[in-house]
């Protein structure tokens, strides 16, 4: 954990902020390379990857802060205190995407070949960014026995849950699939025959592989909406489970859209 790399006076320069920095400079130069390759205007290209940036940060923290309410009632500019961490990945996917896909159309872009064009930036950039959760102490895991279980400094947050308890490194298992699923996504570059289902796959397959990584993810007791016969829900779960869904559903009719059009 290493949430501040220094601070001079007022200025404070953190972890988590530095890792989301370095996601966008790289996923935009990425995206950028694979733009010139299919065509697409690079500054149009520029502004979209802002546009997707923008929204899933407002999305992330949107959602985090609607599922924390109270701890910002006494005080609501916390909200903005993004430094401090506290971001719902599957806010950020979901109104990231809409945002994209809004400016797309405005833009006159075309829509599924360019959401396959900034997928690998966008695995990557998750990967990057989950990095910083670690850094920062956030979206901490559960206790656990493995060898590479981690113990958090005291006084931390992890720590204040679990005092001196060794944790699942659940922030690095998600860096890991994103890393993973970046690879997936270059080796898959070309190979659908509708443009857009890189994009829909890759949204898939990591809100699949978030189902194992979630159960080593501490959560709020406020965050658990129904216990079932497979244990607990939380609503991170039921979000993600609806992106999946609709995500096998979008995937099917592109591919619907490209035969047709064929």
């Given amino acids: 954990m290493f949430p501040e790399i220094f601070h001079i006076g007022p200025f404070h320069l953190r972890s988590f ?9 790289v996923g935009t130069w990425i995206a950028l390379g694979e733009a010139r390759k299919r065509g697409i205007d690079e500054s149009k290209l ?82 990057i960014a989950r990095i910083g959760c670690f850094l920062n102490g956030c979206c901490f895991g559960l206790p656990g026995h493995e060898a590479w279980c981690i113990k958090f400094p005291a006084g931390s947050p992890p720590d204040a849950i679990f005092p001196g308890q060794a944790l699942q490194p659940s922030q690095l298992y998600n860096a890991f699939a994103a890393f993973g699923l970046f690879a997936l996504m270059l080796a898959l570059r070309g190979r659908f025959k509708a443009p857009g289902q890189l994009w829909w796959t890759f949204l898939a397959l990591f809100m699949l592989v978030r189902i194992p990584i979630d159960a080593t993810r501490y ?18 779960g039921v979000i993600g489970s609806a992106i999946f869904v609709i995500a096998v559903v979008m995937w099917i009719l592109a591919g619907r859209a490209a035969r047709k059009n064929a």
Avoid at 17 to 25: D, E, N, T
């Fill in 17 to 25: 902020g530095v890792m989301l920095a370095l996601a966008f400079l």
């Fill in 46 to 127: 520029l502004n979209l990857v802002l546009a997707i940036l923008v929204s899933s940060i407002v999305g992330a923290r949107g959602m985090y802060v609607l599922t924390h309410l109270a701890d910002y009632r006494a005080n609501p500019m916390l909200a903005f205190a993004l430094w401090e961490g506290g971001l719902t990945l599957y806010g950020g996917f979901a109104l990231g995407t809409i945002g994209g896909f809004a400016y797309m159309r405005h833009a006159g872009l075309p829509l599924g070949l360019t959401a396959d064009v900034v997928t690998p930036s966008v695995a990557l950039g998750v990967g």
């Fill in 219 to 236: 959560y709020e007791p406020s965050a658990y909406v129904w216990t079932g016969p497979f244990g607990p829900v939380t609503d991170s």
